[in-house]
């Protein structure tokens, strides 16, 4: 029974996916919307990205120094170590698990209303192939913008780790630069900016296609965005596993 649901919902899924990503019909239309949507899921969402970046960054340094970091290894080991966590899974993975709670709740939300509403309904009637009117320009806008949160999201947690050696004297300047400069390896953050990319697309899709198809009224509405939040997330780790082992 679970596999023949979830062979049917995944039928559903890329018959959407096959009307969303069709030729745009008015192109000057698809811009506007693209620039919108960027703004609404990528720019407005900096600020939560900075924030937690922040004290993260701050947190693991802070853990590194007190607990792990002994006279047996260099100084500058609580500066490495926050690096890689941050390019490595925090940045890419773990802010977009804390993006899909954000975004994709609001994907789902916005398009659930748009179904009970009818107005999903009156585009088809106007011969407007809505999946694509409606559902690119999120997706497109998500994966544009998510390379850039994932750069502030990095040096946002660089900044909090700076804040301790300044603020809080867990460990010195000198210490913390020489930890961040240690061996770096260029390709760890292509590669979670590569993953990002993923799972920007996963964000979007899925929250888009439980908001899209919703059936009922606004309680089917709440539903459809937790199973959107619940459903991206567990793909997003799925997915982490594997383009980890795929890209490292």
């Known amino acids: ?14 018959q959407l996916m096959g009307r969303t990503f069709s030729r745009p019909e008015r192109w000057r239309m698809f811009l506007r919307s693209y620039l919108q949507e960027m703004a609404a899921l990528g720019v407005d969402s900096i600020g939560i990205v900075l924030l937690i ?20 290894m260099p100084l500058w080991v609580s500066g490495y170590v926050t690096r890689e966590i941050m390019l490595l899974e925090f940045s890419s993975s773990i802010m977009c698990l804390i993006l899909s709670g954000k975004v994709g709740s609001n994907i789902a939300s916005e398009l659930g209303t748009m179904r009970t509403s009818q107005q999903i309904d009156a585009l088809e009637i106007m011969g407007v192939n809505s999946a694509s009117y409606l559902i690119l320009p999120k997706i497109a806008g998500l994966v544009t913008m998510i390379p850039l949160l994932v750069i502030f999201s990095t040096v946002s947690g660089f900044v909090g780790a700076y804040a301790t050696a300044y603020v809080a004297h867990i460990i010195t300047p000198t210490d913390l630069t020489a930890g961040l400069q240690h061996d ?6 292509w590669m979670g900016v590569i993953k990002s990319l993923f799972f920007a697309f996963i964000i979007s899709s899925v929250s888009a296609f439980f908001g899209y198809t919703v059936e ?14 619940v459903s991206s997330s567990m793909l997003i780790l799925f997915s982490d596993l594997f383009l980890t082992s795929l890209l490292s």
């Not at 596999?3 to 899924?13: A, E, N, Q, S």
């Not at 970046?53 to 047996?72: D, E, H």
């Open 53 to 72: 970046s922040f004290f993260i960054g701050a947190v693991i340094c802070i853990q590194i120094k007190l607990n792990i970091q002994s006279a047996w």
């Open 216 to 229: 009922g009224g606004s309680v089917e509405v709440g539903k459809a965005s937790t199973n959107a939040v």
């Open 1 to 14: 029974m679970f596999i023949l649901t979830f062979l049917r919902t995944l039928g559903r899924y890329l």
């Open 184 to 189: 770096f390896t260029q390709w760890f953050f």
